[in-house]
């Protein structure tokens, strides 16, 4: 069996974190998938450029792919549907018997698919042998936004052998992990900061738009902190030192940092959307705000620097128990079924 991993999303150098996750699938599965099988990864490099420069990165990924039609593959695995669609399209007009999964995330549903392509983007879509959400909220807009129902709702996975809990002194109230981006709030967090009590220490992890607003930050407080270009196994080294994730996020398929930050113990602080409501119960695992309110996102953050040791001690134990069933082993295991599965309708 020969498979194919196709996304828009993986790290590079300028952006570290952009599809780790599809990363991670694609080296677990080289690891657990029959020593007769082989796969193999197509992705778009990640770079911060204007519009013109994404769209010349858009038409250069089209050349690239190139001598991808001229090799056999029994399944693509497309992460993110749009635009990448368009390419595994054009790869099955030349192998008809190719099998097509695709995973979607959220921001190709939610910001991708409109009145203008949304015609078009059925059709495709409708031409796709397995259709797999991250999420069941992001499986209601898929059927909304292109008429298709998911066959499975199968998150990316946590490496549990990466995420883990420590008993260790906590260093930060607060710590953020992800792209300094505006859907994901990172402003209504640099706003916070601003009004917060001096003495409430906050970590940001990442990189991304609003990098040089939390330089500023850091240079101004002594009590917040910013990483760049860590490794998984060192985020997971600040989680377990830090009381609550942020997430303030505006949109999401199903966010992984929070799972990943549940593995390590630490409760999470999100926005109140279906996606993160998926995730948390109000009190046991974390606590959920009002979307894009950075006052209601300050009073909850010197609520929680606050919380009394028990209580929260009460929480790291229950926040410790959920989503063990989605560890990265386990999804990928699903994913070789589903492939193999597949692949025995050719056969």
Sequence with gaps: MRILIVSNMYPSKEKSFAGIFVKNQYLTLKSLLPKDSFIDVFYMERK??????????????????????????????LHYFFPLIYLVNLYKIFHKET?????????????????????????????????????????????????????LILPVGVNDKVFFYEKTKKVYDFVYVGSFVHRKGVDLIIEAVKRMNSSISICFIGQGDYLHEIEALVNKYSNVFLYEGLTQQEIQKILVKSKFLLL????????????????????????????????????????????????????????????????????????????????????????????????????
Excluded: W
């Design 99 to 151: 099998k097509v999964v695709v995973t979607y995330h959220g921001s190709d549903l939610t910001k991708k698919v409109n009145s203008k392509n949304q015609y078009q983007l059925k059709k495709l879509a409708s031409k796709v042998d397995c259709h797999i959400s991250v999420g069941k909220a992001l499986g209601d807009i898929l059927v909304e936004k292109l008429d298709v129902q998911s066959d």
């Design 248 to 347: 303030p996020t505006r949109n999401e398929g199903f966010p992984t940092s929070t799972i990943e930050s549940m593995y390590c113990g630490v409760p999470v602080l999100v926005s109140d959307i279906p996606q993160t409501k998926e995730q948390v119960f109000e009190g046991e695992n974390g606590f959920i705000i009002p979307v894009d309110n950075s006052l209601a996102l300050l009073e909850k953050m010197e609520f929680l620097a606050k919380i009394d040791v028990i209580q929260y001690d009460e929480m790291v134990e229950k926040t410790r128990t959920y989503f063990r069933e989605i560890s990265l082993t386990g999804v990928c295991l699903k994913l070789i079924e589903i492939y193999e599965g597949l692949n025995s309708e050719n056969n």
């Design 48 to 77: 911060f450029t204007t519009k013109i420069g994404s769209v010349f990165k858009y038409v250069k990924t089209f050349f690239k792919f190139f001598p991808f039609l001229f090799r056999r593959y029994d399944i693509i695995h």
